[in-house]
Each structure stands twice: as C-alpha cells, then as structure tokens.
C-alpha cells in the first residue's frame, strides 16, 4: 500500500455524509443484531426544546419501552406466568408495576 492511499483511508473515515449517516447498531458483529424499538429512523422538526419528564411519567415510558421490545417477550410471558400461578386478581396492574 502506497502512503498516500493510507492518507487518504485516514480522511476517508474523518468524513461523515450527512444525508445517508451509518447505523450505529449495525458496526456490531452481527450486521442485522438491533434492538427493534430502535429501527425506526425520524428527523425531528421544529426548534429544540429541552424537557424533564415527572418521576411517574419517566416509569411509564419506560414500562412502554419494556412492553413493546420483542427481545424480552419471553422474560415478560414467563413473569405473567408466575403472577398467573399465584392467582392474583389485577395480573395486569401487578405485572406493570413490578416488571421489569
């Protein structure tokens, strides 16, 4: 390899294209290996705004976050399970407040 074509590999990756950006799950080992919650791509629009979220708000999203990933399906059917085994009435409400 010639110098300068090491040179150029050197600013090849400090150049970034702003209208195609690479997926950062996909410099993983495994190039299909993402957290599905996270596949979705949005631009945002309008100015920034900069919002704290209430302690009870912050649990419920991530309480949506837990319940809507596929990867932990089988974590939250065998929690639902044991809430089931102890015949517990309000199996729902328990299973959001104690999972994960």
């Given at each position: 390899?010639?110098?300068?074509?090491?040179?150029?590999?050197?600013?090849?990756?400090?150049?970034?294209?702003?209208?195609?950006?690479?997926?950062?799950?996909?410099?993983?080992?495994?190039?299909?290996?993402?957290?599905?919650?996270?596949?979705?791509?949005?631009?945002?629009?309008?100015?920034?705004?900069?919002?704290?979220?209430?302690?009870k708000e912050l649990e419920l999203a991530n309480w949506f976050i837990?319940?809507?990933?596929?990867?932990?399906?089988?974590?939250?059917?065998?929690?639902?399970?044991?809430?089931?085994?102890?015949?517990?009435?309000?199996?729902?409400?328990?299973?959001?407040?104690?999972?994960?």
């Open positions: 390899m010639y110098p300068i074509e090491r040179l150029l590999g050197t600013y090849k990756r400090y150049v970034r294209n702003k209208a195609r950006p690479e997926e950062r799950n996909e410099q993983g080992s495994e190039p299909n290996a993402k957290v599905s919650i996270f596949s979705q791509r949005v631009r945002p629009t309008g100015k920034e705004l900069m919002v704290e979220l209430p302690e837990f319940n809507n990933c596929d990867e932990i399906e089988g974590f939250r059917n065998e929690h639902e399970e044991l809430l089931k085994e102890e015949n517990i009435e309000n199996i729902d409400q328990r299973h959001m407040t104690e999972f994960p």
